[in-house]
């Protein structure tokens, strides 16, 4: 059974939306990112970047959510698309795994978290993030799914993102971008949607940003060495 290490963080989510799509037995393994448990020894075992998320699937570790759609799709042969359309496959989950989710990211901490605001941080992030939007609402345009004529990897990819967009880019969400906004209320119609977001409803996770979860979640802002 695959062990499935989770927080209800984007990049989890796409992870928590492919096993409600396609059945897999799993074991929710909690990891409080709030409160640093993916910083224990026993966790970078598992992943050593120590980010959520990761799975244990018959003595394999993988880890990253992209890295584990990938191994998922191809091990199972669910929800992996055409292999016609494998290099459009791999070009947009590293469009979503390279750009939308580390810009996104980005946009979000210097808008929401930075205990500083800096103007030029939070104009470069959030105008990378609404241009990774355009790539993609332009791409969706007469299209039902990002890649080929089915449901994949892909939009699961982009959804975990795009999910989040009121937070990313602001209260307008993505009125800007009708064609992705089409998509995604297209996408959230299925059912393993609400079944991904309840996935955890009986954890209770730390939900207070206090000073124990700004290093926890940024560690590196409190070494000593930085001047």
Do not use: C
């Not at 499935?4 to 074991?27: D, I, S």
């Not at 469009?95 to 989710?101: C, N, P, W």
């Not at 990002?146 to 975990?160: C, E, F, M, P």
């Amino acid at each position: 059974m695959i062990k499935f290490y989770f927080h209800q963080t984007p990049n989890p989510m796409k992870v928590a939306l492919y096993l409600m799509e396609t059945g897999l037995a799993y074991e929710l393994m909690p990891v409080d990112t709030l409160k640093g448990e993916q910083h224990t020894p026993e966790y970078r075992a598992i992943n050593p970047n120590g980010k959520a998320p990761a799975i244990e699937d018959d003595g394999h570790r993988v880890f990253d959510s992209t890295a584990i759609l990938m191994y998922l799709a191809e091990k199972t042969g669910k929800l992996a698309g055409k292999p016609e359309d494998r290099g459009e496959m791999l070009s947009w989950l590293m469009f979503v795994a390279t750009g939308l989710g580390p810009f996104s990211g980005q946009s979000v901490h210097f808008r929401h978290k930075a205990p500083e605001k800096n103007p030029y941080a939070i104009n470069r992030y959030l105008r990378e993030a609404e241009r990774h939007y355009e790539v993609l609402d332009k791409h969706m345009e007469g299209r039902d799914y990002l890649v080929g004529d089915t449901y994949s990897i892909a939009d699961i990819s982009a959804w975990g993102w795009v999910d989040k967009a009121a937070f990313v880019l602001g209260e307008a969400g993505l009125d800007n971008y009708p064609n992705l906004k089409r998509w995604f209320d297209s996408i959230n119609t299925r059912p393993a949607i609400d079944k991904a977001r309840n996935i955890a409803k009986d954890i209770e996770f730390k939900s207070d940003f206090d000073d124990v979860a700004a290093r926890a979640l940024y560690p590196q802002n409190f070494a000593k060495d930085i001047k």
